[in-house]
T-cell receptor
Framework: AQSVTQLGSHVSVSEGALVLLRCNYS??????LFWYVQYPNQGLQLLLK??????LVKGINGFEAEFKKSETSFHLTKPSAHMSDAAEYFC????????????FGTGTRLTIIP | SAVISQKPSRDICQRGTSLTIQCQVD?????MFWYRQQPGQSLTLIAT?????????ESGFVIDKFPISRPNLTFSTLTVSNMSPEDSSIYLC?????????FGQGTRLTVV
């Protein structure tokens, strides 16, 4: 069975500082990996996805994530935080050999300090 | 990307009643997924709905409580039956297009 661990349910960074949101997965085979953002009272928006190939994945809004198989990690980063980045972020995995259902982490609430 | 419309966007319901949530997609998709997001929690998959067959439910979810219909390749409904306050959640529909999972805006359900 797959599982996802997001370290830090709440992360606060200053505006302009580096954003680092951590995600580790457990899977018998390298899974597909996703990051989603959820703004208050809204649905989920896909930030980026890793399947195969280049391990550094660039997404929308200046976010990127790096797949590290040896560390079973897929951390999300953004060089410079903006106030509009304040939201809940979810890491998710799916089984590349099965259907497209997703297993989600517990989420990280990102707060931006002016 | 796929455009997913859910109705209603929110509702307040009395305990013991049922609510049917609709999910409409602007393109034909093989599988549709229903997720639940309880307050302050992450998303949990309820079931996978294929057109022309019965939905496949995840552990902890049963058809009597969450009946699902999938009459065609662009539409699905999820019913939350005999509701209790514990069913207060956001219910989200999801589809995959071009190998990317997309989500609707969700239905925010409050049971009183």
């Amino acid at each position: 069975a797959q599982s996802v661990t997001q370290l830090g349910s709440h992360v606060s960074v200053s505006e302009g500082a580096l954003v680092l949101l951590r995600c580790n997965y457990s899977s018998s085979v390298p899974p597909y990996l996703f990051w989603y953002v959820q703004y208050p009272n809204q649905g989920l928006q896909l930030l980026l996805k890793y399947t195969t190939g280049a391990t550094l994945v660039k997404g929308i809004n200046g976010f990127e994530a790096e797949f590290k198989k040896s560390e079973t990690s897929f951390h999300l980063t953004k060089p410079s935080a903006h106030m509009s980045d304040a939201a809940e972020y979810f890491c998710a995995v799916s089984d590349p050999g099965g259907n497209e259902k997703l297993t989600f982490g517990t989420g990280t609430r990102l707060t931006i300090i002016p | 990307s796929a455009v997913i419309s859910q109705k209603p966007s929110r509702d307040i319901c009395q305990r013991g009643t049922s609510l049917t949530i609709q999910c409409q997609v602007d393109s034909q998709v093989t599988m549709m997924f229903w997720y639940r997001q309880q307050p302050g929690q992450s998303l949990t998959l309820i079931a996978t709905a294929n057109q022309g067959s019965e939905a496949t439910y995840e552990s902890g979810f049963v058809i009597d409580k969450f009946p699902i219909s999938r009459p065609n390749l662009t539409f699905s409904t999820l019913t939350v039956s005999n509701m209790s306050p514990e069913d207060s959640s956001i219910y989200l529909c999801s589809v995959e297009e071009l190998a990317l999972p997309f989500f609707g805006q969700g239905t925010r359900l409050t049971v009183v």
